[in-house]
């Protein structure tokens, strides 16, 4: 059985209410000028870990057995589910490695063992980082929690549309980071099981958009992966998506697609108008809706989905600096 249902994603709710933050939604008067409709700004960059992704993470270690709890979990996550897995894990009292490679910048690997994950470090590509994790699985009995594609961290991140529903109602777009699509897909079960007529809509980067080829190939696709502003929306889907693929295809309205410019001004909006610290990958809907690339009609909900942007990144962003990071990897 693929997917994940209405059921899932209330159960979910019970199981990780007291382990993640019920982060606030408030309206944004400069955008709602912009949109000529209500726009809510869903502040889930306030999650404990910087993401959202704490909600999946909590709620897959929280559906582990007793066998799966003693061996421990594992994760090749660099970003924000490694954070997020390492913070579960220890709340549970369970026993987590994120394996990397030797490229992995120093502040990721301080900030995910900042969060109590042991460290292991091997060789020099993320797939190498993923042989250790396929070990560990098969030889000391660990536990893979993935980013996007597994049941339970997509019914994670769908608790973040019974929130959306309580706090609006009347909701009629959602407006949703888009990348493994574990977050939108979770968000579109719980929105459009609730209310059919929501329209759901996912924002990804032109630089490496892996869904949206995906969804225009009609099966999962690898795309080549670019440096870019929404790192956190980078890598692929697998080319053996077994959940996401599918429930994207079926739930998502519409995925639009932004360059790096476009990324930065939705950082910079965040800052100057809202007030708020985002990261390239979260800021993209702000971002869509100032380029012009979004017409909403009705209540409206945009999601800020994380906050960990490298801080000197953020402070060249927002004093307008054209900042190039394509020419800046070469
Ligand atoms: C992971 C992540 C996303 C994308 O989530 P998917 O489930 O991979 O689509 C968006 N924003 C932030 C901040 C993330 O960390």
Not at 113 to 127: L, T, Y
């Amino acid at each position: 059985m693929t997917g994940v249902t209405a059921d899932d994603i209330a159960a979910a709710r019970e199981r990780i209410a007291g382990l993640v933050r019920r982060t606030p939604c408030d309206l944004s008067p400069s955008l709602q000028g912009v949109a000529g409709a209500p726009v809510w700004l869903k502040h889930e960059h306030h999650q404990t870990t910087g993401s959202f992704k704490l909600r999946g993470a909590s709620n897959a270690v929280a559906s582990l057995g007793d066998a799966e709890r003693a061996g421990g979990v594992v994760g090749a996550s660099t970003g924000n589910h490694g954070r997020a897995l390492a913070h579960a894990a220890r709340r549970a009292g369970l026993r987590c490695v994120i394996c990397m490679s030797a490229l992995v910048p120093r502040n990721k690997v301080d900030a995910i063992a900042a969060e109590g994950a042991e460290i292991v470090i091997v060789g020099r590509s993320q797939d190498d980082a993923q042989e250790e994790v396929d070990r560990l699985v098969a030889e000391e009995g660990m536990t893979m929690i993935p980013p996007f594609d597994h049941q339970a961290v997509i019914a994670g991140q769908g608790t973040l549309g019974l929130e959306m529903l309580d706090d609006v109602p009347d909701l009629e777009t959602a407006v949703i980071p888009l990348s493994g699509g574990g977050l939108i897909a979770g968000i579109a079960a719980a929105l459009k099981s609730a209310r059919p007529e929501v329209r759901v809509v996912g924002i990804s980067m032109t630089r490496g958009a892996a869904m949206h080829a995906s969804l225009a190939a009609g099966e999962p696709t690898l795309v080549e992966e670019l440096p870019t502003l929404a790192d956190s929306l980078g890598g692929g889907i697998g080319l053996g998506n077994r959940h996401t693929f599918a429930m994207v295809r079926n739930l998502v309205d519409e995925v639009v697609l932004l360059s790096e410019a476009e990324i930065a001004e939705g950082v910079r909006h965040c800052y100057w108008q809202e007030r708020q610290v985002l990261e390239g990958g979260a800021a993209v809907g702000p971002a869509a809706l100032l380029a012009g690339r979004l017409t909403l009609r009705g209540p409206s909900l945009l999601l800020l989905s994380g906050c960990n942007i490298d801080m000197a990144l953020h402070h060249r962003l927002i004093s307008g600096e054209n900042v190039d990071l394509m020419r800046e990897a070469e």
